[in-house]
Nanobody, 124 residues
Framework: QLQLVESGGGLVQPGGSLRLSCGAS????????IGWFRQAPGKEREGISC????????NYADSVKGRFTISRDNAKNTVYLQMNSLKPEDTAVYYC?????????????????WGQGTQVTVSS
C-alpha cells in the first residue's frame, strides 16, 4: 500500500518559516514525481510546487515563487517544502502527492497518490 505522510505544519507568525516533509511508506520515492498542494477554507485546491522524479525539474506557483523551495532527499525517502517569509494568506491544509514510478525531468499533470495533509496557520 502506497502511503504518503505530511508533517511539519503548525502555527507560525507572519514572516516566519516552516519546513514541510512528505514521507513515504510502502514504496521508495526515488522514481516518483512529487507535488505540493494547498487548500484554504472556501477555496479551491492550489498546486504550489512540484519536483520531477529525477529532481531536474521544479515548478512553483507565482504565489510562492521566491519564498518556497522544494527539494528531495531520496536517501531519507522524503521530499521537503521549505517555506519562508510566510504570509497569512499561506494559511491552508498542505498536501503532497506522488506520481510514478517514472523517470521524468518535468512535473506530471496528474498525481495518483495523495497524503492526508498538514495544517499550516500563519497568524500573529
Amino acid at each position: 500500500q502506497l502511503q504518503l505522510v505530511e508533517s511539519g505544519g503548525g502555527l507560525v507568525q507572519p514572516g516566519g518559516s516552516l519546513r514541510l516533509s512528505c514521507g513515504a511508506s510502502g514504496f521508495a520515492l526515488d522514481y516518483y514525481s512529487i507535488g505540493w498542494f494547498r487548500q484554504a477554507p472556501g477555496k479551491e485546491r492550489e498546486g504550489i510546487s512540484c519536483i520531477s522524479s529525477t529532481g531536474i525539474g521544479t515548478n512553483y506557483a507565482d504565489s510562492v515563487k521566491g519564498r518556497f523551495t522544494i527539494s528531495r532527499d531520496n536517501a531519507k525517502n522524503t521530499v521537503y517544502l521549505q517555506m519562508n517569509s510566510l504570509k497569512p494568506e499561506d494559511t491552508a491544509v498542505y498536501y503532497c502527492a506522488a506520481e510514478g514510478p517514472v523517470i521524468a525531468t518535468t512535473c506530471p499533470e496528474e498525481y495518483g497518490h495523495w497524503g492526508q495533509g498538514t495544517q499550516v496557520t500563519v497568524s500573529s
